[in-house]
């Protein structure tokens, strides 16, 4: 099993509590439209922070991404923050597919619309729990991936469901099956202390399918559980020296 270190992340100081509204846009293009959110004051930028959202009921991600705000986005999953009822939102897509290839393609198409309209050159991904299975398989179908980072993320969907004790999830991509493209990409990955949720043994999985970690960094953040309390260990992430 790897070792991970255990990161102490929880500082109020860099960041206002204050932010400026942000814009709802829904990006279409395929059979799953995507919503996101962006700063009213976002103008054109070098690199672009990506925020994913986790599964079911939304809202830790964005929160995270409004904490940093600055050259930050936010993209929601499919069906998120849509009506409900909708034809394209059936129980598949947020269930067993919730990672799937057609998932996948359009979170990457909204990435690609957001980076397009910020005219930016490169994209940090940052994704929560199960947002963070599917930033790590979009970034292996990127080349402007900067740095990727998950947050109490799935990194081994087959692990987690043994650990639930749930239906695996038959119609998923899983992380670990894209070893070989993740080893070239940065990449940090935190765990809570006390996440029941995504234990830290589905990290320590996605870690063992790795032969090589020379771009790896990942950490047990003390006294995190699966939603408490990311915004403000993400505000303190991004202004240490791990972000390059």
Not at 138 to 145: E, G, H, I, S, Y
Request: a positive charge; glycine letters at 6%.
């Amino acid at each position: 099993m790897k070792l991970f270190a255990v990161l102490f992340l929880f500082s109020f100081s860099a960041f206002s509590a204050e932010n400026p509204p942000w814009h709802k846009i829904i990006i279409s293009g395929g059979n799953l439209p995507i919503v996101a959110f962006f700063p009213s004051t976002l103008t054109d930028v070098d690199t672009l922070n990506v925020f994913i959202e986790g599964d079911g009921k939304p809202g830790i991600a964005l929160k995270m991404a409004q904490k940093i705000g600055k050259n930050t986005v936010y993209i929601a999953r499919p069906c998120q923050f849509m009506r409900p009822g909708s034809s394209m939102c059936n129980k598949e897509v947020w269930t067993s597919h919730r990672f799937s290839a057609e998932v996948v393609r359009a979170i990457n198409r909204a990435v690609s619309v957001l980076k397009i309209r910020f005219q930016a050159k490169d994209v940090r991904l940052i994704g929560y729990s199960g947002g963070g299975a599917v930033a790590s398989i979009l970034a292996t179908n990127r080349n402007d991936v900067k740095l990727l980072i998950t947050v109490a993320g799935n990194l081994d969907h087959h692990q987690w469901t043994d650990y639930n004790q749930i239906e695996p999830l038959y119609g998923s991509l899983n992380p670990i099956d894209f070893q070989d493209k993740l080893e070239l990409i940065p990449q940090i990955h935190l765990i809570g202390s006390l996440d029941h949720t995504v234990p830290g043994s589905v990290l320590s999985s996605y870690l063992n399918h790795m032969k090589h970690l020379e771009n790896v960094k990942s950490y047990i953040v003390n006294g995190a559980d699966h939603t408490c309390c990311w915004n403000v260990v993400m505000a303190s992430l991004f202004n240490s020296a791990l972000i390059y």
